[in-house]
């Protein structure tokens, strides 16, 4: 137990939730709930005790040989899963994980169904968008969205919650606004042509999550702005 880093990561922590609200405030939306997934790649099972103590409810982890140790260490967690997923892993996946922010072919809500049926749960997930227009990055293409939500209509295992995105790795603050909006313009269309309720925007990381909380994110993934350790020479 690191009791310095647990309060480093407690006032973190603070300092984020006032800014939340004091972002809801300004848009007018003071009721919006805006979760926090703690990014806990960078770290390990200490850590992530250390996180817990500090008050954390929701991790997040991009690969599952990575988020192994801490996922089976912290059940008491909501963990959400945040990166690309091979057929392989799904199924530990659906075991340890709440929310998967990360779905973006039929193949895979399919597996995750099925392994979240078979062990008697229904899974959180989410749509990732590909937000950013850049071809390397995964998610689906805006306008491929409406077909695989009516697809997975017939997947018992999984609830549809909403749509993720990762924005472009810039600081000019209009493209990255510009970026967010897509998806909450792309998330309030759904809703409104296909009767569809889909509460959930999983948008903003360390260095634009005011921006996006600013366009209707209700989940933002920080990782080195909370959990990463500094500033211990004593
Ligand atoms: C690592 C990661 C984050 C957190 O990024 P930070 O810049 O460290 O806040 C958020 N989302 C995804 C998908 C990630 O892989």
């Not at 091979?86 to 199924?91: D, P, V």
């Not at 995964?138 to 295992?157: I, T």
Request: with cysteine.
């Amino acid at each position: 137990m690191d009791e310095r880093y647990q309060l480093q990561v407690r006032d973190r922590l603070k300092k984020v939730q006032l800014e939340i609200q004091q972002i809801l405030d300004k848009v007018g939306d003071p009721e919006r709930n805006v979760r926090i997934v703690a990014v806990t790649k960078y770290i390990g099972v200490d850590e992530v005790r250390d996180l817990v103590q500090a008050g954390i409810t929701d991790a997040g982890e991009n690969r599952w040989q990575v988020a192994r140790a801490k996922v089976e260490e912290f059940p008491q967690l909501q963990w959400h899963f945040i990166g690309p997923i091979q057929r392989n892993k799904a199924r530990p996946i659906a075991r340890h994980f709440d929310w998967i922010h990360s779905v973006d072919r039929w193949e895979l809500a399919e597996d995750l169904s099925k392994f979240a049926q078979e062990l008697g749960k229904r899974l959180n997930v989410l749509l990732q968008v590909n937000i950013s227009g850049e071809s390397q990055k995964s998610g689906l293409m805006p306008e491929e969205v409406a077909s695989l939500l009516k697809d997975c209509n017939e997947f018992r295992g999984i609830a549809i919650k909403g749509l993720m995105g990762i924005a472009t790795n810039t600081d000019n603050g209009e493209r990255l606004r510009q970026e967010f909006r897509l998806l909450r313009t792309l998330r309030d269309d759904l809703q409104n042509s296909a009767g569809l309720h889909l509460p959930e925007l999983s948008m903003g990381m360390s260095e634009d999550y005011p921006i996006a909380i600013e366009e209707g994110a209700t989940m933002i993934r920080i990782g080195r702005k909370l959990v990463l350790k500094e500033g211990l020479a004593l």
